[in-house]
């Protein structure tokens, strides 16, 4: 049995176990109607943690996409309802925001040698202030024209945001798994000296996932707008915090060189049923994010431990 296959079996495990722990201790919890509150609210989260992992599977991390969403978002509600853009040019300009961010982000880490923590938390607050500049601190309220977006469609139960998420989790780990540009991204972040030393320009590789991560923030900015109706500038914040837990929880490695698409999907959804089942519960907002903590440190001691683990056999 190969080490993903244990991987995804032990998520898998960890997540029938709190949905089965959940099940025990509240009667509302396993009923389809969560599961479909479930499903519509993580497409958003999703695409950020596609993104988030290719950054971490390169060595590199992305504070900003928050921010990022948030000016996505921006753009694209005061396109629509200021200028009276049709949708989908609002949608374009919306991913191409996303998608300049994280240009932005990665010309400047890459080119100048700069950790990526740093330049990102800069772009965290350019792209906070922007959201705010563009919007004039003013929420946009969209209303029904985008709402079917987030809406489950009829006898599916599931929204078109959540479909359009499972088909970019099964891209995101095909480009990661069976492109040559995945591999490159894994040799990177695995040894980046040792990928120059064999003649790979390591750097257009390494802007390209930071622009792959930005595109994901408009992705998800499409999705939270369409959820709530509205483009708040003040969104997401410290969401990028849950994309990178999401990520790790699912396996992928903060020293880089390894990281699963779907793996994060799994992390993700382990997320979304610990904070829906302890809303059920009557837990406290203060008390949900301690446990969340919690998990979350769990999860980078248990990758510290894999990576000991690593070297010890190597």
């Known amino acids: 049995m190969t080490r993903s296959l244990i991987q995804y079996i032990a998520l898998l495990a960890v997540l029938v176990s709190l949905v089965a722990v959940f099940s025990l201790l509240s009667e509302n919890f396993f009923q389809a109607g969560t599961a479909v509150s479930i499903a519509n609210q993580i497409p958003d989260l999703t695409f950020l943690a596609v993104g988030m992992t290719l950054v971490l599977v390169i060595g590199g991390i992305d504070l900003s996409v928050g921010s990022v969403l948030a000016l996505s978002a921006a753009v694209f509600g005061v396109l629509m309802v ?96 069976r492109t040559v540009f ?44 369409s959820r709530l109706s509205t483009a708040d500038p003040n969104a997401a914040i410290g969401i990028e915090l849950s994309a990178i837990a999401a990520c790790v929880i699912g396996g992928t490695s903060l020293m880089g060189g390894r990281g699963s698409v779907i793996s994060s999907l799994l992390g993700v959804l382990i997320i979304a049923v610990l904070q829906t089942g302890l809303a059920q519960l009557g837990v406290s907002d203060s008390r949900k994010q301690i446990i969340t903590g919690i998990v979350i440190v769990v999860a980078v001691l248990l990758d510290a431990l894999r990576i000991r683990l690593d070297k010890t056999e190597a």
Request: proline residues 4%; neutral net charge.
């Open 82 to 177: 200021d200028a009276g853009w049709p949708m989908w040019a609002a949608i374009i300009a919306c991913l191409l925001t996303g998608a300049v961010c994280g240009l932005a982000s990665g010309l400047i880490s890459v080119g100048f040698g700069i950790p990526s923590f740093i330049v990102t938390l800069g772009m965290l607050e350019i792209a906070r202030g922007g959201a705010k500049e563009v919007t004039a601190s003013q929420t946009r309220y969209i209303g029904s024209s985008v709402e079917w977006i987030g809406e489950p469609l009829p006898g599916l139960m599931v929204s078109p945001a959540f479909l359009v998420a499972i088909v970019i989790v099964i891209a995101g780990q095909f480009l990661l798994t």
């Open 182 to 225: 995945g591999r490159y991204c894994v040799a990177i972040g695995t040894n980046r000296e040792a990928v120059r030393m064999s003649g790979i320009w390591a750097s257009p590789y390494s802007v390209s996932v930071f622009v792959l991560s930005g595109l994901m923030c408009g992705l998800a900015a499409i999705a939270q707008t």
